[in-house]
């Protein structure tokens, strides 16, 4: 199955990862950041230890509550989920995400504490 990326890499290689510019409801107006669904948002990767480990807690999880799944290495994992593609860290850069696994749980496009 092919599909179309949401995100491009910028010319100079320096810049942030963007957002495809076609995509008119992908990114915050204000800030260029892309907006994050409302639920929680998980945000992992295969090559880390404790992101194989909780795995099978977020296709539990998602069972149970509105759950979106950023992946930042292997567009399959985790598996029993319907991951989002951020191999090329858009959304990981533009919401400062240094650490994987993290949760957060969004509402109204925004970070709750």
């Excluded at 076609?22 to 915050?28: I, L, Q």
Aim: hydrophobic share 40%.
């Amino acid at each position: 199955m092919r599909t179309r990326s949401l995100l491009r890499t910028s010319a100079d290689g320096m810049s942030p990862p963007s957002l495809n510019p076609f995509c008119t409801a992908c990114t915050d107006g204000a800030t260029g950041a892309p907006v994050l669904p409302d639920g929680f948002v998980a945000v992992v990767k295969a090559e880390c230890p404790t992101c194989v480990i909780v795995a099978p807690v977020l296709a539990d999880l998602a069972g149970r509550v509105t759950l979106t799944v950023y992946t930042q290495d292997d567009p399959a994992f985790p598996p029993g989920v319907t991951p989002v593609d951020d191999t090329q860290l858009a959304v990981s850069w533009h919401h400062g995400i240094e650490t994987v696994p993290t949760v957060l749980r969004v509402a109204g496009g925004v970070v709750e504490d």
